[in-house]
């Protein structure tokens, strides 16, 4: 059975609250797209183990009209595709992620393994239980990510995925290339958690 958590945003005033879902409602009916270009200016570059990677391409995820975190891909070179980008796991990759708005760690967590279940098998989620329960702890453990807090996954063959929050790691690194392909289909797979956001992870490469 899929998971149908979804990530659940408070606001202090219920006038506030009425508004916003009313322009959401609106929004929604209108056929509203969000556009995913992300106001965070990520850098051009990054180093992971000693290997240099280039941004790929960096976008928003929205949620009807609220945005929820800015994203950028880092690859060791830029990539057409999503299955390039999917293969790319030869080398190391990093996601970093900006949040735009306070987020319940808990349900940042599940929307993760959502999105993960969603792009994968059966057995693949099987295989790598052990990985998805730590990825879920890593965020659970925490309250909520503050609107500009930042978080990253990184992976390194033969090592796996280390998960950072604030720029710090998260314990030891878990799973293999397979895991990390799993994780990348969040946002690059055939269902990926908003489209808008896997476009704009790619353009770059297109250009």
């Given at each position: 059975?899929?998971?149908?958590?979804?990530?659940?945003?408070?606001?202090?005033?219920?006038?506030?609250?009425?508004?916003?879902?009313?322009?959401?409602?609106?929004?929604?009916?209108?056929?509203?797209?969000?556009?995913?270009?992300a106001a965070?200016?990520?850098?051009?570059?990054?180093?992971?183990?000693?290997?240099?990677?280039?941004?790929?391409?960096?976008?928003?995820?929205?949620?009807?009209?609220?945005?929820?975190?800015?994203?950028a891909l880092?690859?060791?070179?830029?990539?057409?595709?999503?299955?390039?980008?999917?293969?790319?796991?030869?080398?190391?990759?990093?996601?970093?992620?900006?949040?735009?708005?306070?987020?319940?760690?808990?349900?940042?967590?599940?929307?993760?393994?959502?999105?993960?279940?969603?792009?994968?098998?059966?057995?693949?989620?099987?295989?790598?239980?052990?990985?998805?329960?730590?990825?879920?702890?890593?965020?659970?453990?925490?309250?909520?990510?503050?609107?500009?807090?930042?978080?990253?996954?990184?992976?390194?063959p033969g090592?796996?995925?280390?998960?950072?929050?604030?720029?710090?790691?998260?314990?030891?690194?878990?799973?293999?290339?397979?895991?990390?392909?799993?994780?990348?289909?969040?946002?690059?797979?055939?269902?990926?958690?908003?489209?808008?956001?896997?476009?704009?992870?790619?353009?770059?490469?297109?250009?």
């Amino acid at each position: 059975m899929k998971n149908t958590t979804t990530l659940s945003f408070h606001f202090g005033h219920r006038p506030v609250a009425r508004s916003a879902c009313a322009l959401a409602l609106a929004a929604a009916s209108l056929g509203f797209v969000a556009p995913a270009i992300a106001a965070t200016a990520f850098e051009p570059t990054q180093n992971v183990q000693g290997t240099p990677l280039v941004l790929q391409g960096a976008g928003t995820r929205y949620r009807a009209v609220f945005k929820v975190y800015d994203m950028a891909l880092y690859l060791p070179k830029k990539v057409r595709t999503a299955d390039e980008a999917l293969a790319a796991t030869s080398g190391p990759v990093r996601l970093q992620f900006v949040a735009q708005r306070d987020i319940p760690g808990t349900d940042l967590g599940l929307s993760f393994i959502k999105g993960l279940s969603a792009n994968a098998t059966p057995d693949q989620i099987r295989r790598h239980t052990p990985s998805s329960n730590r990825l879920v702890e890593v965020f659970s453990g925490r309250t909520k990510l503050a609107s500009g807090d930042t978080f990253a996954m990184e992976f390194v063959p033969g090592k796996g995925t280390t998960f950072f929050i604030q720029g710090q790691p998260q314990g030891a690194p878990v799973g293999d290339a397979e895991y990390f392909g799993m994780v990348l289909r969040i946002w690059l797979g055939a269902s990926p958690v908003d489209n808008q956001l896997k476009d704009a992870l790619l353009a770059s490469g297109a250009n």
